[in-house]
């Protein structure tokens, strides 16, 4: 049985993967702009990849007999300025994701429903993994610099990335 609260969390947090996909999404039309088509496609696939996200809570809060409430999303913030700021940024922004995740596994074990925390589990591991791939492109972007030749090279490298649909197992 998931509590008002829970239930109310979980919502907010289908609001934040959808903000997290539009985030995304004007992050890459920033690099289709510069013509980085490479990091245009590497935002693209992340924030499909956020949308799965929110759709897989959407599905949980359905299927434990729960009213999805669907809020506004916010307006992303457009402030780019060079590709390691916009990388800086996702990390930033990961951080304070897995600090919401956080909070949704610290309610459901206040509330003692162990089904919900058992569910964010899945999340937990994701936000290891996307803090990991925001890092690992701000190393190789410090490393090698922001010069034609190396963005060059990353480019091709981020043009590789290919959607594959989050399914939670
Ligand atoms: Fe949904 O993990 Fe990023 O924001």
Same mark, same amino acid.
């Given at each position: ?21 539009? +985030? ?25 990849e956020?949308?799965? &996200? ?7 809060i359905?299927?434990?007999?729960k ?14 300025? /060079?590709?390691?700021?916009v ?15 956080? /909070? ?48 060059? +090279? ?11 649909? &989050?399914?939670?197992?």
């Amino acid at each position: 049985m998931i509590s008002d609260k829970v239930k109310n969390i979980l919502n907010e947090q289908i609001n934040k993967e959808f903000y997290s996909a539009y +985030l995304y999404l004007a992050m890459s039309a920033y690099f289709d702009d510069m013509g980085l088509y490479g990091f245009a496609n590497w935002t693209k696939v992340q924030a499909r990849e956020e949308v799965d &996200h929110g759709m897989i809570i959407f599905d949980y809060i359905v299927d434990r007999d729960k009213t999805v409430e669907l809020k506004q999303i916010d307006v992303p913030d457009t402030d780019f300025k /060079s590709p390691l700021q916009v990388f800086e940024k996702i990390l930033e922004h990961e951080r304070y994701v897995t600090s919401l995740i956080d /909070s949704i596994a610290n309610l459901s074990m206040d509330e003692c429903d162990l089904a919900t925390r058992n569910f964010i589990n899945w999340y937990l591991k994701e936000q290891v993994e996307e803090e990991k791939n925001a890092s690992d492109i701000i190393t190789k972007l410090k490393l090698f610099g922001e010069e034609k030749a190396s963005l060059y +090279l990353l480019n091709e490298e981020l043009a590789k990335r290919k959607y594959h649909k &989050h399914e939670y197992s």
